[in-house]
């Protein structure tokens, strides 16, 4: 072997001859390096898997929780945006004071021919606190032309909307129809298929309920009030 050789050299710098041991990594080492290698791949991918399947089905609390902050609901805001305004008004709780009975002129008009039907009714919705108006037949423009079991008349506006709506607590199925004239009394014309007023009982809780109405129920807390 020559003095000149470097140790553990090979290729062209191999010593000729008598053998010379060359200085390599042992092939167990490598094979172990590889096999440690694909282990850590595995198990890095199992646990990737894992997250992916779990995120998928808890909807992405487990990625929150693991950066320690929850994700905001999209339709939570901020404190003072435009979804901070106040709540729309309840539509039940309307602004519309409506008369008392007693302040509500009635002239009962019978479009039938079932005499005295007409003053019969008066004689009630006055028992029941409702002021009598006129009393007669329908005219001719209504009269045998009522189909149903009223038809409520007023002039148009407010104030009579509401004395039509007071009114037709006393009466089930009857019409409401505005015509062009003066005046704040209604009229109560009676079609044919009138038989008698609502009962009483019947009417005082329909006067009540529209008095008093029940607020409308509350919707179910979003996720950002929970």
Known sequence: MSMLTPPGMGGKYRVKGDRYPRMRRPRGRRKTAFATVAVIATLSLLGWGSLQLLDAFTGGSSQASASGKKDSPPDCAAP??????KPAPDPAKSDVKYPAP????????NATDRSGLAQRTSDELKKRGF??????NAPPALDKKVKGSALLVGAPGKDTTAS???????VAGGEKKYEDRKGSDVDLVIGDGFKKLAKKQ???KALDALNNPEPSPKPSPSRCER
Do not use: F, H
């Open 80 to 85: 003072g945006s435009a979804k901070d305004d």
């Open 164 to 170: 039509l709506a007071v009114l037709g607590t006393q």
């Open 202 to 204: 019947d009417a005082e």
């Open 131 to 136: 002021k009598p108006g006129e009393v007669g």
């Open 102 to 109: 007693k302040s509500i002129t009635v002239n009962v008009l």
